[in-house]
């Protein structure tokens, strides 16, 4: 359910009464049921929540596994231990569920970190915790927008210590990483692109030497392995080519290389996922959005599209 101080329930309970999803996607909720039904009302539902089971499927209801984790009042839009812990429990019952086999894919909502740090939970993201959860040593973030897919060479780290990640051995094992991930989840061979560093990847050593220092013996290596990778490409022009359909997914130099692009492209309809964790794990291109929680006006688009996304990576 994500942070309940957040759109989470909203943009979740108006996505799963979408009659086009639920004719392909049988989704139940894992979180708090009074949180849902007090937002089915805010919205102006007369649907229900009933519980989860694993035989018969309810028609005319939100299907939830009810933790009851969260206090009967608590605070929209604030940052909270209680909605932090909460959120975290979810993320650990949605895993153990994986696990036994109940359910086929994830699908989360969006958390707050500092609220998840002080309810206990010391991880920067939903990334870093389900591969914790998993045991999963190698992964990585990626959206996917359409045709366009975004693989990170790094994450959430100032600018500064993002340029100190572009390095070869990194490269390589993100290069092999993507193809090695990217075709056993769309069970075919995939083509590779690396977004430069520099403005117009550094036009042959004008505005930088990353480029020919790191990323090109990273690309030889991999291509000499067998990959269908290239580039270094001008970092204002690979993403519309990846969106157009030229190749199967993008490298980026660092997290906002990726997610402008991702976002002005398809914001709304951008999934988040996880690469590496033997799980399929989806979420939404956005945060929280504290400042609209609890008025109804929240945009379902993106958790229609991850939901719906992961069941179709779920059923490949």
């Known amino acids: 359910m994500g942070d309940a101080a957040g759109i989470g329930p909203e943009i979740i ?14 989704s139940v909720v894992i979180g708090d049921a009074a949180v849902l039904n007090r937002t089915l009302s805010m919205i102006g539902s007369d649907i229900q929540v009933v519980e989860f089971t694993n035989v018969t499927t309810s028609d005319n209801a939100i299907e939830a596994i009810d933790l009851a984790n969260l206090p009967e009042q608590f605070a ?7 909605t932090g812990k909460a959120a975290g429990e979810c993320i650990e019952k949605a895993v153990e569920l994986w696990k036994s086999g109940t359910i086929d894919a994830i699908c989360t909502a969006p958390i707050n970190k500092k609220s998840l740090s002080m309810g206990g939970y010391d991880y920067p993201g939903h990334t ?4 914790a959860l998993t045991d999963t040593k190698e992964f990585a973030m990626s959206f996917f927008a359409d045709d366009l897919r975004v693989v990170l060479l790094s994450t959430h780290l100032s600018l500064a210590d993002a340029i100190q990640k572009v390095k070869s051995g990194s490269l390589v094992k993100l290069i092999e990483f993507t193809d090695r991930t990217l ?3 769309l069970k075919r061979d995939v083509k590779i ?3 430069g560093l520099n403005p117009h990847a550094s036009e042959n050593g004008m505005f930088g030497s990353e480029e020919a220092d790191e990323m090109e013996p990273a690309m030889a290596e991999c291509r000499e392995k067998g990959i269908d990778v ?3 490409y001008s970092p204002d022009t690979i993403f519309i080519r990846g969106y157009k ?4 997914a993008v490298i980026a130099c660092y997290h906002d290389q990726a997610t402008i692009a991702v976002k002005c492209l398809s914001f709304g309809s951008a999934v988040n996922v996880t690469l590496g964790l033997p799980l399929v794990r989806t979420s939404v291109d956005h945060g929280t959005a504290f400042d609209i929680a609890g008025k109804g006006v929240a945009d379902e688009s993106s958790m229609k599209a991850a939901i719906k996304l992961a069941g179709e ?3 490949i």
Request: charged share 20%; glycine share 10%; proline share 2%.
């Open 13 to 26: 309970v108006k996505s799963v009464l979408d009659t086009g999803l639920r004719k392909t996607v049988r």
């Open 128 to 131: 870093e915790f389900i591969a």
């Open 245 to 248: 359909g030229e190749f199967d």
């Open 313 to 315: 990576l779920a059923s």
């Open 230 to 232: 290239s580039g270094p």
């Open 183 to 185: 075709a056993k989840l």
């Open 76 to 82: 929209l839009g604030t940052v909270s231990a209680a």
């Open 193 to 195: 692109a690396v977004a």
